[in-house]
């Protein structure tokens, strides 16, 4: 079966610091895997997905950047945190196929001091 | 401009009656829609999805419903019970294989 891991699970840093959290998925290959981010008490939004190894598609401008190493591994970086950084990043993955369901992980929940 | 909105930030009913969550939507054509189930701290479960063509689909006491003319899907879960208090989003495909969910909807059952 396939399962999806994500780590840390929870992050506190301060502004200016680097950030990299990692997330690999189990059971499947070449799975079109996705961050979003998730703040207090919103909704969803899509920060990045990838189709392949090194296709990144980014939805929105912003100080943090993502990477496909690996067919099953999505890291997500930035520099230099922000405040507004701050929240619960999850990482998800779905069959390469339109209706297929999302599967996430467990979230990281990042707070930048 | 396009918008995905979820009937009421919360909502609280007693158990084994039928909660009815709404989800609407403008200015997308979605395919499909995808009900999920997110718990304090944790990602969100996937639990149904329906295509444009569907106007119903089951799963032991969940329903949903998808209205592609009013742009709407509403989702049923019938006798609930307070295991059913969660937050519950709605998702559409936007283009391709991109997922757009809604804010979510918080649902208390109340024994």
């Known amino acids: 079966s396939q399962t999806i891991h994500q780590w840390p699970a929870t992050l506190v840093q301060p502004v200016g610091s680097p950030l990299s959290l990692e997330c690999t998925v189990e059971?499947?290959?070449?799975?079109?895997l996705y961050w979003y981010r998730q703040a207090a008490g919103r909704g969803l939004q899509l920060l990045f997905y990838s189709v392949g190894i090194g296709q990144i598609s980014s939805e929105v401008p912003q100080n943090l950047s993502a990477s496909r190493p690996q067919d099953r591994q999505f890291i997500l970086s930035s520099k230099k945190l922000l405040l507004s950084d701050s929240g619960f990043y999850l990482c998800?993955?779905?069959?390469?196929?339109?209706?297929?369901?999302?599967?996430f992980g467990n979230g990281t929940r990042l707070t930048v001091t | 401009s396009q918008k995905i909105e979820q009937n009421s930030e919360a909502l609280n009913i007693q158990e084994g009656k039928t909660a009815t969550l709404t989800c609407n939507y403008t200015?997308?054509?979605?395919?499909?829609l995808q009900w999920y189930r997110q718990d304090p701290g944790r990602g969100p479960v996937f639990l149904l999805l329906?295509?444009?063509?569907?106007k119903e689909k089951r799963k032991e006491r969940l329903k949903v419903t998808f209205d592609t003319t009013l742009k709407q899907s509403l989702f049923h879960i019938t006798a609930s019970q307070p295991a059913d208090s969660a937050t519950y989003l709605c998702?559409?495909?936007?283009?391709?294989?991109?997922?757009?969910f809604g804010p979510g909807t918080r649902l208390s059952v109340l024994p």
């Open positions: 998800a993955w779905s069959e390469y196929r339109g209706n297929s369901p999302l599967h």
């Open positions: 329906i295509r444009e063509n569907e």
């Open positions: 998702a559409l495909e936007a283009h391709g294989q991109n997922f757009v």
């Open positions: 200015n997308y054509s979605p395919a499909y």
């Open positions: 059971g499947t290959s070449n799975p079109n």
